[in-house]
């Protein structure tokens, strides 16, 4: 299985992808390796959601955390699944869930928020990349929904940086199945 | 290529197809063909093609910024699965939808009052333009006008040429402009009206003083 892309090393592609000049201290915290940022002055932030947010927020690229008040009820929502439950599980069955979740909820949307690329979609490719390179052909194909949406956001300028290219193969295997 | 007639049912499907693994037409960001496609369509495709119904939705997220949206429109068989053809309007009508109009004049959608609107100010032109005096046209030309030898008299040869009189005919100033051998010629200026003078007729009229011009030439002609 490829290693996890997590807490710091995640939070520094986050950095470079928003253009952000870099020098934050990252460390983490706990038995489930919270990702904390350190700071000069103060107590400083602790999660990935706080910290993730404070960046966006930092680089003055607002409109990741969405534009309308659905929107960024939207991409709370998926910040919080991925922390919770991306994280959070690593079973077969968990994956299998959280696929399954992500290939209805795209069905009619490119990107997780509807519309608009999200920081929503940043973190959840991060946090799905070490899923989707292990998944065979057919499960790509299964999951056609979550695939097409990944391909496209590892395809987005300046996400995937020294991430591994997933390989999504161009003609369907099984047309029948949806 | 192509999506067969995307005004059909079966078109549409072909589409869904083709966007089931797909955010866009072409590539990962939104472009012409996108725009090329998407008005291609008529309406919103039906719910249960979901694939294509996601695309249509989210390319009309773009429809304000849709003209600087990346990329060249190219024909509707230029894109989509490589083994259907485009037969989108084929058999509708005549309007050739393949065609990109770079002039963007587009007669068929020319509507009926901007029609009339425009006959009407063609019409008002061309009575404004018959009742206006023309502006009279006039070219001021540099003649070179060659005796026959050095001792044609040169003072007699510009007597002569300044004998021409013509309605729109006025003589200007004029020099005598050495060729060799002693011989000099006759630059004549003079301002005509195109109307009336050409400069056939003044070649004709100088070349007719046999006695002391041998030729005629047009050394410069000038509208005012």
């Not at chain 1, 659905?70 to 690593?90: F, I, M």
């Not at chain 1, 519309?115 to 999951?143: C, P, R, S, W």
């Not at chain 2, 540099?142 to 030898?149: G, H, I, Q, S």
């Not at chain 2, 050409?198 to 002391?212: C, N």
């Amino acid at each position: 299985m490829a290693a996890a892309v997590r807490g710091a090393e995640e939070l520094e592609l986050l950095e470079r992808l928003l253009g952000l000049p870099g020098g934050n201290k990252y460390g983490v915290q706990g038995e489930r390796k919270v990702p904390v940022l350190q700071s000069n002055n103060g107590p400083g932030l602790t999660g990935l959601m706080t910290i993730a947010a404070h960046l966006v927020r930092q680089a003055r690229k607002e409109q990741l955390l969405g534009s309308s008040a659905e929107e960024k009820a939207v991409v709370q929502q998926w910040l919080e699944y991925r922390v919770t439950r991306v994280n959070g599980g690593s079973s077969k069955e968990d994956t299998r869930t959280i696929l399954k979740d992500l290939n209805v909820h795209l069905e009619d949307k490119v990107y997780l928020a509807g519309n608009i690329f999200t920081l929503a979609d940043i973190l959840m490719y991060y946090g799905l990349h070490h899923i989707m390179v292990d998944l065979t052909v057919q499960e790509k194909e299964k999951y056609l929904n979550v695939s097409r949406w990944f391909n496209h956001i590892q395809h987005y300028p300046g996400v995937r940086q020294h991430l591994s290219d997933v390989v999504f193969i161009k003609n369907r295997l099984y047309t029948n199945a949806h | 290529m192509g999506f067969g007639d995307l005004k059909s049912a079966a078109g549409l499907r072909v589409l869904n197809d083709f966007l089931a693994d797909k955010s866009y037409i072409e590539g990962y960001v939104p472009s012409q063909a996108d725009i090329a496609v998407f008005e291609a369509i008529a309406a919103p495709p039906p719910a249960d093609l979901f694939h294509a119904l996601r695309w249509y939705n989210h390319i009309k997220s773009y429809e304000k910024q849709k003209a600087s949206l990346p990329g060249v429109k190219k024909a509707l068989g230029k894109y989509g699965p490589a083994d259907v053809e485009d037969t989108t309007g084929a058999a509708t009508d005549s309007k050739d939808d393949d065609d990109i109009d770079l002039f963007g004049s587009d007669d068929e959608e020319e509507s009926e009052e901007a029609k009339k609107l425009r006959e009407e100010r063609l019409a008002q032109y061309e009575s404004k333009k018959s009742k206006k005096p023309a502006v009279i046209a006039k070219s001021s030309i540099l003649l070179d006008v060659k005796p026959w030898d050095d001792e044609t008299d040169m003072a007699k040869l510009e007597e002569c040429v300044r004998s021409i009189q013509a309605d729109g005919l006025v003589w200007g100033s004029s020099k005598l402009v050495p060729v060799g051998y002693g011989i000099k010629k006759l630059q004549i200026q003079c301002v005509v009206e195109d109307d009336k003078v050409g400069t056939d007729m003044l070649e004709e009229r100088i070349t007719a003083f046999e006695d002391y011009v041998q030729s005629m030439d047009v050394a410069a002609f000038n509208k005012i």
